[in-house]
């Protein structure tokens, strides 16, 4: 079955692109870039003496819209294989701005570097399997066995705790306790008792590509600022040469990859996903976007492009209005990609030298994007929410605009005991990521009863 855009089909060439998949099976080998990371098996190739089992693949394949292979991990329901003839929706979840693909030039010169500051930061497709622990929350959240809060809570504390002892979580972070607190009774259940029914949630397949730095956003001039990158198998490591300096600065540097045609390659996973025999008859034309940060902006954006492919939206700590990035000092060292995706990007000169494209920023901003639509009222399809101490303006003003383009009260959600103070940061998307669930489980169950 193809895939159509809302007024076309897939850009020339993506239909026809040859795939090459490296699949994981239950104990199979660990992670390829990663091996000496304790967390991945745990996952990936869960052992016999493990209380909690999950179903984690990790897969290639060749992108045409960016020129490489790229990574991305699948999580699938607990009963995937148990039971052949069920058939589940998707849900894609879309990483943040990784800082780590540009920086000191000692983080990118050499690929035994790279990948060691990949692996150490769990950055991009990563991010919501090892911080959010989506996998966690997704399996105790469509657990049958737990029919309370309390019993939810329970559950995510006893994987939380077993997770801990593999690896998976930091000396940093909350204890299992406590995450569990702080998603399900601070969040998910906060006004009420814990002896309350709960219902699990639908289960689903759930998808975590590798979007680089590139905004989800297909980059405005299709210029190659990078040399060509050699094939390592989706890990992020390259070698001398294959940066680019972007500044005055001889110390700062970005990572290839992190520009390109993004929306399109968003696009070819669809297409991925369903053309790929492992999938294509297990999976509905049922599907849902959601993100962190620059994830947020990216899922905001995709959703209110193609709602004939996207039946449900959520956005956490999300760039909901781009235009209000103009300042291009702060642009250039901050969030250099920004500026080629949407614009011009003049390495080795002053910020000044730069160009924004406002057409093209006005054509891909969430809030414009709602107006385009005609939306004036939150559907129960989008979901979004940020943290009382962001630390970063534009996204505070953004979700304020937003909030006011659909007549809403607050989305900012207070400091709470275990949430990160309610900054940007993986404990507080992480203590709202039960909510995200919950949000595209009740869109998916409404889609499928037709209503």
Request: with cysteine.
């Amino acid at each position: 079955m193809k895939i159509a855009r809302q007024h076309g089909l897939f850009p020339a060439g993506i239909c026809g692109i040859f795939l090459f998949v490296w699949s994981f099976g239950i104990g199979g080998a660990n992670h390829p870039c990663c091996p000496d990371d304790r967390e991945l098996p745990y996952l990936l190739s869960p052992s016999t003496s493990q209380r909690f089992q999950y179903l984690v693949r990790y897969e290639t394949f060749f992108s045409t819209s960016l020129s490489k292979e790229k990574g991305l991990f699948v999580i699938l329901p607990e009963d995937f294989y148990q039971n052949p003839g069920g058939k589940y929706p998707i849900l894609y979840l879309l990483h943040g701005y990784n800082f780590h693909r540009r920086g000191l030039s000692w983080k990118v010169r050499s690929p035994e570097k790279a990948k060691r500051v990949l692996c150490e930061v769990k950055e991009e497709e990563y991010h919501w399997l090892l911080h959010e622990d989506i996998a966690i929350m997704a399996y105790a959240m469509m657990d049958p066995k737990n029919r309370t809060y309390r019993d939810l809570k329970e559950s995510l504390e006893e994987r939380f705790d077993e997770l801990s002892k593999h690896g998976g979580l930091g000396k940093e972070d909350y204890t299992p306790g406590e995450i569990a607190q702080s998603i399900v009774s601070h969040n998910l259940h906060p006004d009420g008792d814990s002896s309350d029914p709960f219902h699990p949630i639908q289960k689903m397949v759930i998808v975590l590509p590798d979007g680089d730095n590139g905004f989800y956003t297909d980059e405005n001039e299709g210029k190659a600022l990078f040399p060509k990158t050699k094939d390592r198998k989706a890990c992020d490591g390259f070698i001398m040469g294959e940066d680019l300096n972007y500044s005055l600065f001889p110390i700062l540097s970005m990572k290839p990859g992190a520009l390109g045609k993004h929306e399109s390659y968003f696009l070819e996973i669809l297409q991925y996903i369903d053309s790929q025999p492992s999938y294509r008859e297990r999976v509905l034309q049922k599907r849902a976007v959601g993100g962190i940060s620059m994830g947020g902006f990216g899922a905001m954006k995709l959703g209110l492009k193609y709602p004939g492919l996207i039946c449900s939206v959520s956005s956490q700590s999300g760039l909901l209005d781009i235009e209000l990035l103009k300042d291009k000092w702060m642009l250039k060292m901050v969030l250099p990609e920004f500026l080629e995706v949407f614009g011009r990007l003049e390495v080795k000169k002053f910020p000044p030298g730069s160009s924004l494209d406002l057409k093209h920023i006005h054509a891909n901003n969430p809030i414009a994007l709602l107006e385009k639509r005609g939306i004036s009222r939150l559907p129960r399809w989008i979901y979004f929410d940020y943290g009382e101490k962001e630390g970063f303006q534009g996204i505070t003003e953004g979700n304020q605009r937003f909030e006011k383009a659909l007549g809403e009260r607050s989305h900012r959600i207070p400091v709470q005991p275990f949430n990160g103070k309610s900054g940007h940061n993986y404990q507080f998307w992480r203590s709202r990521s039960g909510n995200i669930l919950q949000h595209h489980s009740e869109a998916f169950q409404k889609s499928l009863l037709g209503k």
